[in-house]
């Protein structure tokens, strides 16, 4: 709730923000698609046509926002600038504050997205691009939680080098341009060279932005939605293990500036 | 204008001392930039896989395109970019009382007190990017063609920086301290889109009221054009020049209304 209140603090600005966002993201994917499909006279490309590319275009940067929570900072801040502190006097787990408060921040961005599929339903239905299927809502909703649990925890390794090198912004700026390059947000996966889809299906970031846009628009058969979960799973197992590594080692490294 | 070029040379002393603070986001953030443009470059490369044109240039033209923009993005990040990162934080904190006190103009303060060493090198790296890809159009464009052609390249770093003042400005009102900055990330990918994709209402809009066409797809055009180059530098003067005037007002009422938060 704290999280929340302190996200609303700024009301115009935020949904001024929010809208000049969806926006601008929109103009500029339909002026590059319109203008791709009308140089190749095509009216599919590799699974997408103009409608769906542009349906494409406004669920996956939501997507993407909502994966990345409290943004850059989150913790190597605290590291830095010795905030860190107070958290040791909780009565709550850091790593557990932590998460609570970047789940809740996505959520609050979850609810940004539901209101653009809400939008869309009624103004711009078109069956073949989107339906509102419960199931799929739910197993979007799971797709969601998986990929910002991932995201989370890769964050938290790259965010606890602070705990030797102080200032590490650019580090969580390489990992949101890697991620919304090779996880979908600027291109669709589909257009990628077929070798270099097979060799980024072994890496977190197809499950990031690619797969939940994927269930919600495609409605996933059951054996492909049961194996990418499970490496869904597979992948958060493996970066929590290597987050609570980095953490211990680091929190030995603690100074503690303030204390 | 001496002085102004001394106190340019004791920002650059200090803001240099300052990088190698933090020698892991010194490098990190050379390498973040590397990327930047990489993923500039794979993007194009992947969508000529499924076209031959687009906006009516070939993938050698397009090459130099996403050359020119990465040029004017290091320029802007080197000299402007951290100014701009701290203004709405000062603004929201109070901070601007100490750079509205000194026998300088406050403006100049607030856009050049901060250099990025580290993007120093990206600038390197990007002059070098931008001569490489130039190397196929030396032998057929006129010197004086490709000279203007950089000076357009710097001329659109500055607007750049303009252009995100405008969304940064409003903070005078609004308090936040981040002022519409996520809007301004979200609309400068317009820069990185060749101009000739838009067409009718918003391709005049991203020519005048947010001209970020005019920043390296513009300049790219002229590069290319043998007939329309005086019709192309009119419009990028009408264009800055309409960004000019409103930041100049915008920072007139905004100083107005400037309560000083923390005094």
Avoid at chain 1, 100 to 112: D, E, K, P, R, V
Avoid at chain 2, 112 to 125: C, D, G, Q, R, V
Avoid at chain 2, 145 to 168: E, N, P, R, V, W
Wanted: proline residues 3%; hydrophobic residues 55%.
């Amino acid at each position: 709730m704290m999280e929340l209140r302190r996200r609303v603090a700024y009301r115009s600005d935020f949904w001024i923000n929010f809208f000049g966002q969806t926006f601008f993201s929109l103009i500029i994917a339909y002026y590059l698609w319109s203008s791709i499909f009308k140089t190749t006279g095509k009216t599919e490309m590799n699974g997408f046509t103009m409608q769906s590319m542009i349906f494409y275009y406004l669920v996956a940067p939501l997507v993407f926002r909502i994966q990345q929570g409290l943004g850059i900072g989150f913790i190597s801040r605290d590291i830095y600038e010795g905030s860190l502190n107070k958290y040791l006097l909780y009565p709550v787990e850091f790593f557990k504050f932590k998460l609570s408060t970047y789940l809740a921040t996505s959520f609050f961005f979850a609810t940004q997205l539901f209101v653009i599929l809400g939008v869309y339903q009624i103004f711009f239905y078109d069956e073949n691009i989107f339906q509102f299927h419960l199931l799929n809502i739910i197993f979007f909703l799971l797709a969601l939680l998986g990929s910002t649990l991932i995201y989370f925890y890769l964050s938290v390794i790259f965010e606890s080098l602070a705990f030797w090198y102080d200032n590490v912004w650019s580090v969580g700026v390489v990992l949101r341009f890697a991620t919304s390059f090779l996880g979908g947000a600027l291109i669709p996966l589909t257009f990628f060279p077929i070798g270099v889809q097979s060799l980024l299906n072994m890496t977190p970031f197809p499950y990031l932005i690619h797969f939940p846009v994927a269930v919600l628009t495609k409605g996933l058969p059951a054996t492909e939605l049961l194996s990418s979960f499970g490496i869904m799973i597979f992948w958060i197992c493996i970066f929590y293990a290597v987050a609570k590594l980095v953490w211990n080692k680091g929190s030995y490294s603690y100074s503690g500036v303030g204390i | 204008m001496r002085r102004y070029l001394r106190l340019y040379f004791y920002f650059i002393k200090f803001s240099l001392s300052k990088a190698m603070q933090f020698r892991l986001d010194f490098f990190f953030r050379i390498f973040m930039d590397i990327v930047f443009y990489l993923v500039q470059f794979f993007f194009f490369n992947i969508i000529y896989k499924h076209t031959t044109l687009l906006a009516g240039w070939d993938l050698e033209q397009m090459n130099l395109f996403v050359a020119a923009f990465i040029f004017a993005d290091a320029f802007h990040m080197t000299v402007f970019a951290n100014n701009s990162w701290w203004f709405p934080i000062s603004i929201n904190q109070g901070k601007l009382d100490y750079y509205l006190t000194k026998p300088v103009s406050s403006f100049f303060f607030i856009g050049f007190k901060e250099l990025a060493a580290n993007s120093f090198l990206n600038l390197i790296i990007a002059t070098g990017v931008l001569y490489y890809f130039l190397q196929p159009f030396i032998l057929d464009v006129p010197k004086w063609q490709i000279s203007s052609f950089i000076l357009l390249l710097l001329h659109g770093a500055f607007l750049y920086y303009m252009i995100y003042m405008i969304f940064l400005l409003p903070v005078f009102w609004t308090g936040s301290d981040r002022g519409f900055a996520d809007i301004f990330y979200a609309a400068e990918k317009i820069t990185h889109r060749p101009d000739g994709i838009f067409t009718g209402f918003f391709r005049r809009f991203f020519l005048t009221i947010l001209p970020f066409s005019m920043i390296a797809s513009y300049p790219t055009r002229f590069l290319f054009t043998e007939t329309e180059q005086l019709s192309i530098f009119t419009d990028i003067a009408i264009g800055s020049g309409i960004v000019y005037i409103i930041v100049f007002i915008l920072w007139k009422l905004g100083l107005r209304n400037y309560s000083s938060a923390s005094s």
